[in-house]
Structure formats: structure tokens, C-alpha cells
């Protein structure tokens, strides 16, 4: 059965875009990355900021191969106001390493925290609209992180705003289920 996207024409995958203030844009596109690896669908995961390897969706990689792959483009923590070369370089790395990923034509790619990237300036927003354009029709690719430009929203099939309404007072990081 074929779908019908307006957007990109007859095909079997969409654009995800996940944004907003609110916590969980990662792990939504997480979601729907254990829902493909159930199907035996192959996933690649590529994290353009992040860079820690004791989060649950790091560590779990070696249980669920061959179909879950996931790639790390950060290597220290991201001051904006500073940006380094090596956060410039390591933006780059990641997009070129997603027209790698998109030759093996998984079924999902994720490309977390991209929003964030391209907003902030470390990725051109015209050189991840092109990647969009070039996705094979079965692979559906996620977008994640805050502040989306404009020009992803418009290129999304689905966008979803996670919008932070209430947070405790003491707001601490749970392992399992934050990281």
C-alpha cells in the first residue's frame, strides 16, 4: 500500500518535525524508533549535540543491532553565545554522516536535535532541506529540538509542538527515564 504525501508525492515515509520548550521531543522520536525496531525495521539515530554515552538510548544499541544505529556528533557540552570550530565542524560531520545513513535507506531516520543546530547557525538550513528532498520514499526522517526554522516546519508532513505547561520546583534528571 502507498501513501500519498503532498509534500514529497507518492511514498511510503514522512517528515517528523518534534519542537517546542517542552521536554520529550527526543524521546517521542525514541518512540518511533522502538515501534520500527519491533518490525525489524533498520533505524539510525544521529544526535548532533549530544555527546554523553551513559543515556539509555546510547547504551541500548548493542541489544537491539543489527536494526538500531545511533551516532553521537557532540563532544562537549554547546555554549551558543561561544560557539567553537569544532561545534561548527561536528554540525557538519553530523549532516554529512545522515547522506551516508540515507544510502543504507533505513525505514527511520532521526536526526536529534537538528532544529536546534540549524537555528543556532551551526548548519545551514538550505543544506537540511536539500537532504529532505533526496530521502528515499520508504525512509521517514525525524526532526528534533527546539526553536525549528520555519523552512523545516513548511518541509515537515507532521509537526508537533511540545509545549512545557508545569515543571516541579526541583526538577531532577531520573535515569530511565530522562536520560
Request: glycine fraction near 8%; hydrophobic fraction near 40%; avoid cysteine.
Amino acid at each position: 500500500m502507498y501513501l500519498f504525501s503532498l509534500k514529497r508525492g507518492l511514498t511510503l515515509g514522512y517528515i517528523y518535525l518534534y519542537t517546542g520548550n517542552g521536554a520529550g521531543k527526543t524521546t517521542s522520536a525514541l518512540g518511533l524508533a522502538l515501534r520500527a525496531v519491533g518490525h525489524k525495521y533498520k533505524v539510525v539515530i544521529i544526535q548532533f549535540l549530544k555527546f554523553k554515552k551513559d543515556v539509555g538510548e546510547y547504551k541500548i544499541r548493542k541489544k537491539l543491532q543489527p536494526y538500531y544505529e545511533i551516532y553521537q556528533f557532540g563532544v562537549s557540552w554547546v555554549n551558543f553565545k561561544k560557539l567553537r570550530k569544532k561545534d561548527f565542524e561536528n554540525a557538519e560531520k553530523g549532516l554529512e554522516f545522515a547522506w551516508k545513513a540515507l544510502r543504507k535507506k533505513p525505514k527511520l531516520l532521526i536526526l536529534d536535535e537538528i532544529n536546534l543546530a540549524v537555528a543556532k547557525g551551526l548548519i545551514d538550513v538550505e543544506k537540511v532541506i536539500k537532504l529532505l528532498n533526496n530521502i528515499p520514499h520508504e525512509t521517514t526522517i525525524v526532526l528534533t529540538g527546539r526553536y525549528a526554522p520555519k523552512k523545516l516546519v513548511e518541509k515537515a508532513d507532521f509537526v508537533n509542538e511540545i509545549v512545557e505547561l508545569k515543571r516541579p520546583k526541583k526538577n531532577v534528571s531520573i535515569k530511565g527515564i530522562n536520560f
